[in-house]
């Protein structure tokens, strides 16, 4: 079993910075890459960040130079520091990874369960 915890949510004011952590555990051979979703009320689950196992990173332009993606690979951990947030940000952030669970296995879809970020004055 595979799971990923998001932690690091929370209120802040326009502005302001938080730090999202998400721990990968459970039976793990191996991570590819690993990400931050996010999901708005009333809109779809949309890409924020993604950092390959060498470290290479993808932002989605919204974020572009507030966030920054990062990754523990000893710790099977990946972070997003969020920075001058903006109410337009509020949303479940979601963890996401490529894991494989053995030497024969191909890489899965992980998904964690959320975390609220409120960005409000």
């Known amino acids: 079993q595979v799971q990923l915890v998001e932690s690091g949510g929370g209120l802040v004011q326009p502005g302001g910075s938080l730090r999202l952590s998400c721990a990968a555990s459970?039976?793990?051979?191996?991570?590819?890459?690993m990400g931050w979703y996010r999901q708005a009320p009333g809109k779809e689950r949309e890409l924020v960040a993604t950092?390959?196992?060498?470290?290479?990173?993808n932002y989605a332009d919204s974020v572009k130079g507030r966030f920054t993606i990062s990754r523990d690979n000893a710790k099977n951990k990946v972070y997003l520091q969020m920075n001058s947030l903006k109410p337009e940000d509020t949303a479940v952030y979601y963890c996401?990874?490529?894991?494989?669970?053995?030497?024969?296995?191909?890489?899965?879809?992980?998904w964690g369960k959320g975390t609220l970020v409120t960005v409000s004055s």
């Open positions: 996401n990874a490529d894991i494989r669970v053995g030497v024969w296995y191909d890489g899965m879809d992980y």
């Open positions: 459970g039976s793990i051979f191996s991570i590819n890459a």
């Open positions: 950092i390959t196992g060498g470290g290479s990173t």
